[in-house]
């Protein structure tokens, strides 16, 4: 749901859910698939334990080594995840994160390469920026306009229009 310009995407319980008693959550897929860009979400994460916050692409596929061929062919790309919200030395910190298939031609199973993990000012309270620069050539990550990372996971970057999601799980 929108309240005050935001959308809001929220979890809960329910016993008498339209799919029977569980969880309910949501997701945003954008209509169109790209290839390559500029991708950026300002947002304040789930701070409920349990929940997980993310900003991610995803290509048809991605965990097929036929079809990713070690991510030239799809890949996943988390912008940012944020299961974190546990006090610890996990707290107020997100992931960037790449997953595909075929790597170096490994046909079983996916690859993944966790990209690390990165202190955020306050992101169960505060509103924080999360992008990801996909090029021909790499991908860069950047938390509030400051670069993260940058990786070439994988046989490549994903050469093929995938979908840009947020979603609350």
Do not use: M
């Amino acid at each position: 749901f929108v309240r005050d310009g935001n959308l809001v995407i929220k979890g809960e319980y329910l016993t008498d859910g339209e799919f029977g008693e569980g969880w309910y959550t949501g997701a945003v897929k954008l209509k169109e698939r790209y290839k390559q860009g500029y991708f950026e979400i300002r947002c304040i994460c789930n701070d409920s334990p349990g929940y997980w916050s993310a900003f991610w692409i995803q290509a048809d596929s991605p965990y097929t080594a036929s079809i990713s061929k070690g991510g030239v062919g799809g890949a996943e790309l988390d912008i940012f995840e944020s299961g974190c919200h546990s006090e610890g030395k996990s707290h107020n910190s997100v992931t960037h994160a790449i997953h595909c298939a075929g790597v170096d031609g490994v046909q079983e199973g996916f690859q993944s390469a966790n990209l690390g993990k990165f202190y955020v000012d306050e992101p169960y309270t505060k509103y924080n920026t999360y992008g990801l620069e996909w090029t021909e050539d790499e991908y860069i990550f950047y938390i509030n306009g400051v670069e993260t990372v940058r990786s070439t996971f994988g046989n490549g970057v994903s050469q093929v229009p995938e979908d840009v999601i947020v979603s609350l799980e």
